[in-house]
């Protein structure tokens, strides 16, 4: 089966960059996207094709993919930016989609 | 602009069933799939399945079959999720999310969420 696994908690200080992993153990054959959800919100797509954002997303939220690491980077965490972050992808057919377990950011 | 506005909180006894809509707006309805996501209490996010907003067809992830049912009204562009026989289980936050153009697996926009309470 194919699983993504992420870090259950990261802790940055505003300012610094922050590189938040999504591993696959399964074949990384799929675009993996990311979703932030804020307390009480709904996720808002940050995300899609690996590498893509949409637009609205501010340019300090980037994607990146090597082999069976997808990893979203923050550049400069801003205190908003505490929420929790979600990768997503789907199976080898691309039939069933696959959400990886979150990552709390907490910005000290 | 695009929204999707889903119903509001549900509390059900166990056993009983629930009706969840999502209704659509600002877009072409039959042009993208409607995904379902389940998030219970202070857990991740659960893909529950999709449903084919042309053909009305829907596909279950594994261990959702049996008491869901997706279903369509399109000519008010609304997806509703049917659960039957409710379980203290079942309590959670549902979301629809809509599949991007060409990627029904990537969900560009989303509803606000219904919670589902279920107990005695």
């Known amino acids: 089966s194919h699983e993504l696994t992420q870090p259950p908690s990261v802790s940055m200080y505003p300012g610094q960059t922050a590189g938040l992993t999504c591993t696959t153990d399964?074949?990384?054959?799929?675009?993996v996207s990311w979703y932030q959800q804020k307390p009480g919100q709904a996720p808002v797509m940050l995300i899609y094709?690996?590498?893509e954002r949409p637009s609205g997303i501010p340019e300090r939220f980037s994607g990146s993919s090597s082999w069976a690491t997808a990893t979203l980077t923050i550049s400069g965490v801003l205190a908003e930016d505490e929420a929790d972050y979600y990768c997503?992808?789907?199976?080898?057919?691309?039939?069933?989609?696959?959400f990886g377990g979150g990552t709390k950011l907490t910005v000290l | 602009q695009v929204q999707l506005v889903q119903s509001g909180s549900e509390l059900k006894k166990p056993g009983a069933s629930v009706k969840v809509s999502c209704k659509a707006s600002?877009?072409?309805?039959?042009?993208?799939?409607i995904n379902w996501v389940r998030q219970a209490p202070g857990r991740g996010l659960e893909w529950v399945g999709w449903?084919?907003?042309?053909?009305?067809?829907?596909t279950y992830a594994q261990g959702f079959t049996g008491r869901l049912v997706f279903s369509l009204d399109t000519s008010v562009s609304t997806a509703y999720l049917q659960i039957s026989d409710l379980e203290a289980d079942d309590t959670a936050v549902y979301y629809c999310?809509?599949?991007?153009?060409?990627?029904?697996?990537?969900?560009?926009?989303w509803g606000q969420g219904t919670l589902v309470t279920v107990s005695s």
């Open positions: 399964g074949l990384p054959n799929q675009y």
């Open positions: 997503q992808s789907a199976d080898s057919n691309g039939d069933n989609v696959i």
């Open positions: 094709k690996d590498t």
């Open positions: 600002g877009y072409g309805f039959s042009f993208h799939a």
């Open positions: 999310a809509r599949g991007s153009l060409g990627d029904r697996n990537t969900f560009d926009y």
């Open positions: 449903i084919n907003t042309n053909s009305a067809n829907p």
